[in-house]
Structure formats: structure tokens, C-alpha cells
DNA sequence: TTTAAGAGTGAACACTGTTCACTTTTTGAA
DNA sequence: TTCAAAAAGTGAACAGTGTTCACTCTTAAA
């Protein structure tokens, strides 16, 4: 389905579609390979054959343009952990597979996750999670998410209720970000830097929710 | 006591000397205040009255003039931590305190926490981790401190022996590390964002290590 | 006093994001 | 089909960046 460029769209409203698509393709390309420091407007230009101006009637600013990449990235680790929260089974395994499933979403494209953490720009965005009903699922909203997550496990007595869901969502988030983001500063984290411990990441990440989860147990 | 100005130095030397501090003091001073972007060598060179090509003459490139600065950064915490080990008291609350200490003192120049991680060439110093025997306190080896402190505990009993003494260390330094890094760069980050939540700062530190470390006792 | 080393500099290079006057293309209506 | 308005696209420029290099000037030693 090609919905959104198929009604309502003149030629002329598509042919722009593309373009813009073009640019956001070729920057998440560079992005990805390189990072934010690799993508120049001048070399978006050059890969896609327009001038530098022409970039700037499609986006106001660089900024606006890397956010758009980091929106769609944000959503896509939503929509796998949510997707881990939909699984059957016992709550403390579906939690566990949604903390996990955090970090691995993020390391998938850890250029991706550096940068939306690396500029103080891209933290204005938590702004309008402010403004968001967590009860239901948003685009935006994974916080939102993991403290509801936290709720049902304190109603089910499996999460510890001294203190608030969001307390405890907050401390689980600091811990999985984290380790998301040594694992994709520090090439070769767990398993040989800062020491060689022959410690896969897998295993890291097992240990790590484990620990998380064990800490947040009641008692 | 001036001793690395006083001996073996000629007047050149001294003047030398005093010129490169004033110009990483310069740098300090910007960095605390608007962080690394805000750092200019032509803004530095007109803080201390030299040209731009001057500072080249004491620092080979900007970089080597950042890191300079990290490195002062990440000797202070050590410092701070170290103190926290040497504390009396029962092994649960030195380790608490550690934990607590170092979220503390990085978030005591947030930019410089942030720069130190947020920058990938800052992780190349981490290659000299590895040649470092974590038996003795080092400079630069905030982690290798963390590990024997780990070590300790399960010598005592008082930590899992599940895994090895580095897996552990790991696991508590991400989350040590997202910590800080969430508060670093998320204004208002425990009380109000994303989420209000009432919660201090100090009350998510608490909240924070006991989580951790209860996820890093036995059974 | 002379000489060589070192400190300091202005101008330039190659890059960055961004803007603006300008031309070209496309569109919708007369 | 013609014509004006709107939109798309561009080259050149601006202000900024880190960095280099030939050059001057000061300092230190022979």
C-alpha cells in the first residue's frame, strides 16, 4: 500500500515525496556508516545529484533532517519492544525480553543511538513526552512503556512497590541505556575493553537484565 | 610546592608552562560552562590574548587539548572514588558509596562527562586500560577499581560468585554510567523529565545503587 | 656579538551549515 | 493555448570551523 502518496497527491506533490525520501535515504546511509559526523549537506548533495541550496527546500535545517532519522529509529525500538511485551508468558520473562530486546533495537544501529544521545538538540524531543497518556501505546513514548511495563509487574506483586513506577522505570532505563551505549562507544565492550574478560555480549546482556530484574524484585 | 616549575626548568620553561596552563584554564572554563562545542581555538586564542596559530605551539591539535582536560576530569573522580574505598564501615556501604561517588562527581562537570563519552575519539584511551595491572590504583583506571572493589565483595561473600568479578563490574558500570549520562544530558532528569515524578536527585542515586547492588547479591 | 632555536603571527586552505538573489520548471486558470 | 504565479533548483557568497605555513621577532646560548 502506497497510501500517502497515491490520494490527495498531485504528480508534482509525489515527485517532491521522492526527493525527499531520496535525501532521508541517502542520510541514513551515511549516518549509519559513518555517524553524524560523516553526513556534510554539501556530500547529501553530491549523492543524490542536487545542489546544497536544494536540500533547504525540504528541510529547514540539518537538524530537522538528522531528527527525522532519529524519530524513525525511536520508533522502530518501540514497536520491537512492544512487540516482546505482546509475547505470552510468565511477566518476569516477557519483562526481561523487553529490556533486552531495548538494548539489542538500539545496538542494532548504534550510530544511530550515540547520536540521539550525544547532541543536546535531540533531548528537546523528551519535551512532549511530557504531554502523553502512557496508558496507551505511542509513537514517541518508550518511557512511557517501560514504566506501565514496571505497574503491572508491581500490581502482580513480582516488582517490588516501594517506590513509584516510575521510580523504578527510571533506574531500569538509566541502567539499559547505559549499557547500550558503552556497548556502542567502546568497540569490542564486553568481550575484550576495557579488559579481556570473554564475556559475550549476549552474555552481558543476560547478566545485566538479570541483575536489573533481581534488584527490582520485592525483598 | 612548585616543584615541576622550580627545578631543572629555566625562566623560558617556567613562562612556557605558565602559558599552556592558562590556556587549558581558558579551555576549562568554556568547557564547564557550554561544553565542547562552545570550544573554539579562535575564541581561546582571543581569551588569552594570543593568535589562533599560537595555541598549535602548545597543544598539537584540539583533540589533544580536550583530551588533556578529560584526563584531569577522569583523575578527579578516581580521586573521589578512591576516598569512598578508604572509608570505614561494612563492605555494603563502601560499595554503595563508591557507586553513589562516581555518578556524583561525574555529574559535577556534566559537558566534561558528556564530551568524554560522546566524542569516539575519547574512546581510544581506553586501549590503555588493558596494559593496566588492576591491583594498584592508576590514573586513568576508574574500572579496574570498580573490579577489585567487586572482587572484594565476593570475596566476602557479600556479592555473587555466579560470575566473574568483570562481568559483574561491567554490569554495575553501565548502569552507573546511563545514570549519569540520562542526568548529564536530560535537564531535569529525575524530577520532571520525561516524566514528573517528584523524585530527587538524590533519591534516584539512592534508589538507583540499591537496586544494583541488590541485583548483585548472592541468591 | 653572532647564531640558532623557539615563540608568535597573518594569511590562507579546505571544510562546515546556511542564505539569498536568481533562473528554470511546473502548475492551474483564463 | 497562453500567461502569470508558484514552486523547484542553483551558484555564489557569508560566517564560522580546525589547521598549516612562511614569516617576523624575541630569547638563549656560544
Given at each position: 500500500?502506497?497510501?500517502?502518496?497515491?490520494?490527495?497527491?498531485?504528480?508534482?506533490?509525489?515527485?517532491?515525496?521522492?526527493?525527499?525520501?531520496?535525501?532521508?535515504?541517502?542520510?541514513?546511509?551515511?549516518?549509519?556508516?559513518?555517524?553524524?559526523?560523516?553526513?556534510?549537506?554539501?556530500?547529501?548533495?553530491?549523492?543524490i545529484d542536487?545542489?546544497?541550496?536544494?536540500?533547504?527546500?525540504?528541510?529547514?535545517?540539518?537538524?530537522?533532517?538528522?531528527?527525522?532519522?532519529?524519530?524513525?529509529?525511536?520508533?522502530?525500538?518501540?514497536?520491537?519492544?512492544?512487540?516482546?511485551?505482546?509475547?505470552?508468558?510468565?511477566?518476569?520473562?516477557?519483562?526481561?525480553?523487553?529490556?533486552?530486546?531495548?538494548?539489542?533495537?538500539?545496538?542494532?544501529?548504534?550510530?544511530?543511538?550515540?547520536?540521539?544521545?550525544?547532541?543536546?538538540?535531540?533531548?528537546?524531543?523528551?519535551?512532549?513526552?511530557?504531554?502523553?497518556?502512557?496508558?496507551?501505546?505511542?509513537?514517541?513514548?518508550?518511557?512511557?512503556?517501560?514504566?506501565?511495563?514496571?505497574?503491572?509487574?508491581?500490581?502482580?506483586?513480582?516488582?517490588?512497590?516501594?517506590?513509584?513506577?516510575?521510580?523504578?522505570?527510571m533506574s531500569?532505563?538509566?541502567?539499559?541505556?547505559?549499557?547500550?551505549?558503552?556497548?556502542?562507544?567502546?568497540?569490542?565492550?564486553?568481550?575484550?575493553?576495557?579488559?579481556?574478560?570473554?564475556?559475550?555480549?549476549?552474555?552481558?546482556?543476560?547478566?545485566?537484565?538479570?541483575?536489573?530484574?533481581?534488584?527490582?524484585?520485592?525483598?
Open positions: 500500500m502506497d497510501d500517502a502518496s497515491s490520494h490527495d497527491t498531485s504528480p508534482a506533490e509525489r515527485r517532491r515525496l521522492r526527493v525527499r525520501a531520496s535525501i532521508l535515504d541517502a542520510a541514513e546511509k551515511v549516518f549509519a556508516a559513518e555517524g553524524s559526523e560523516g553526513l556534510s549537506i554539501r556530500r547529501l548533495a553530491d549523492e542536487y545542489s546544497p541550496a536544494a536540500i533547504y527546500k525540504y528541510f529547514g535545517s540539518k537538524e530537522e533532517l538528522v531528527d527525522e532519522l532519529k524519530e524513525a529509529f525511536f520508533a522502530e525500538i518501540l514497536t520491537h519492544v512492544d512487540s516482546a511485551r505482546l509475547s505470552t508468558g510468565p511477566y518476569m520473562e516477557r519483562a526481561k525480553s523487553c529490556l533486552r530486546v531495548y538494548m539489542e533495537t538500539a545496538l542494532n544501529k548504534p550510530q544511530h543511538y550515540m547520536a540521539a544521545f550525544s547532541d543536546v538538540q535531540g533531548m528537546v524531543e523528551i519535551d512532549e513526552w511530557e504531554e502523553v497518556d502512557h496508558s496507551q501505546s505511542n509513537k514517541h513514548n518508550a518511557f512511557a512503556f517501560l514504566v506501565s511495563m514496571v505497574a503491572e509487574g508491581q500490581e502482580r506483586g513480582e516488582l517490588r512497590q516501594d517506590v513509584s513506577d516510575v521510580a523504578l522505570a531500569l532505563w538509566s541502567a539499559l541505556h547505559g549499557a547500550a551505549t558503552l556497548i556502542a562507544h567502546i568497540p569490542g565492550f564486553p568481550e575484550t575493553k576495557p579488559i579481556e574478560s570473554g564475556l559475550s555480549r549476549d552474555a552481558f546482556l543476560d547478566l545485566h537484565t538479570d541483575i536489573l530484574l533481581r534488584g527490582a524484585q520485592p525483598q
